[in-house]
């Protein structure tokens, strides 16, 4: 029979072995990177940007991971809805320990995020959400933004703008933050460009909730001579079928953000608009290496072609990955330190995240919609650095409080 002092300092030396086992495990481990978006609400933008998450994510890791460990994507959904978003960030925080949070697409929830990040002293990434008060009025030293923002991408269009020389401007916009950001950008920037302009008209629906005959009507009852629009999605392909029914578009100017990216492009199909200037991503005509080499990966692994949402997460993982590497470390304090001028290659080439405001320069492209056969694209476009349209480090500080 055995006896009790046998098995005593048997099961300790077990425990010891498990344990260290434990430990190597750890120490050869994973980083773990939470990521919280509107996967439900938002799904034409983030089952792209979740692909091009996953694809980034497997080239880092077959690449052997970064300082010897391998990432883990842990996915949140926010249900489009602030508070439910910081409490997937607590979650993430204390039961899955990540270290490190990214993602967010819609701009209110974006700032929660943001909010969050500075009371919990974490590190976070924000891909998408466009509002300038990420980075300048609620910015703070935790929190850096990855995509080309509602400031940069109407400053990339008012000189479109103001070179058609129309006086009487009506505007339409999905009433929260990303909205109210671009029409206030694109109202300063403007009457800077045109002084004589007038704002003639302005319709702001809640966002999904376009009651879009009568917004379309109020819009031509003002007979602008122009049209600046900012809604996205569903909202879009609702106002541009009302609007061609109604005429609104008929021997009018519209200057429209994000119309271009296939997201919102594709699925106007016959009904697409013709001359409209916007910004987006027309990925079939792309040439630089940057671009070749991410669309045939991402062509390969999805047989499909991207989208911008696909690019934006993308660049999300690339960058993280970068930091961490630059950092040696996935430790907050040392992460904001290798992030502050951090250089990234991405599709739309290298990017540098600015120390000045934690904003990248990632750039976008503007051209103008055509209806081709009954498919939207993008014809005429340039492409901006997103550098050249930042206000300086001088402007920054009035904009930003101090870290």
Do not use: C
């Amino acid at each position: 029979m055995t006896s009790l002092r046998q098995i005593v300092p048997a099961v300790a030396i077990a425990a010891g072995l498990s344990l260290a086992s434990s430990l190597a495990a750890h120490a050869q481990g994973t980083i773990k990177i939470g990521e919280i978006n509107s996967y439900k609400a938002q799904p034409a933008f983030l089952e792209p940007y979740k692909k091009g998450m996953e694809l980034a994510l497997e080239q880092v890791n077959a690449a052997g991971g970064v300082n010897g460990k391998k990432l883990e994507l842990i996915i949140r959904d926010d249900n489009a809805n602030p508070g439910d978003a910081v409490r997937a960030a607590e979650e993430l925080l204390s039961r899955e320990k990540v270290d490190v949070l990214a993602g967010s697409f819609l701009s209110h929830i974006g700032l929660a995020l943001t909010d969050f990040a500075k009371q919990k002293k974490m590190f976070f990434l924000a891909g998408e959400p466009l509002t300038d008060k990420i980075v300048w009025a609620n910015g703070n030293r935790y929190t850096f933004r990855l995509r080309t923002s509602t400031y940069m991408q109407v400053a990339m269009l008012v000189p479109e703008a103001a070179k058609m020389k129309k006086k009487r401007w009506a505007i339409v916009y999905p009433n929260y933050e990303y909205g109210q950001s671009a029409v206030a950008s694109f109202k300063t920037l403007l009457k800077a460009a045109q002084p004589d302009v007038e704002f003639v008209a302005e319709q702001a629906p809640p966002l999904g909730k376009l009651d879009a005959g009568s917004v379309v009507q109020a819009l031509a009852d003002a007979k602008p001579d122009a049209v600046f629009n900012v809604l996205f999605g569903a909202d879009l392909l609702k106002f541009v079928r009302e609007g061609n029914t109604r005429g609104l578009f008929k021997d009018r100017e519209v200057v429209s953000l994000l119309t271009g990216e296939p997201e919102y492009l594709d699925p106007l199909k016959d009904e697409t608009p013709n001359g409209w200037v916007v910004t987006g991503y027309p990925w079939y005509g792309i040439q630089t290496p940057e671009h070749k080499a991410f669309f045939l990966a991402y062509h390969a692994k999805y047989q499909d072609y991207p989208r911008l949402g696909s690019v934006v997460g993308y660049a999300l993982i690339h960058s993280l990955a970068e930091g961490m590497k630059k950092a040696k470390s996935s430790d907050t304090e040392k992460l904001i330190t290798a992030f502050r001028g951090l250089k990234v290659v991405t599709p739309f080439g290298p990017v540098v995240y600015r120390p000045e405001d934690h904003q990248s320069t990632m750039g976008a492209f503007v051209g103008k919609t055509k209806n081709d056969n009954g498919k939207g694209t993008m014809v005429d476009y340039v492409f901006i650095d997103g550098a050249k349209v930042l206000p300086s480090a001088a402007e920054v500080k009035k904009l930003r409080p101090a870290d």
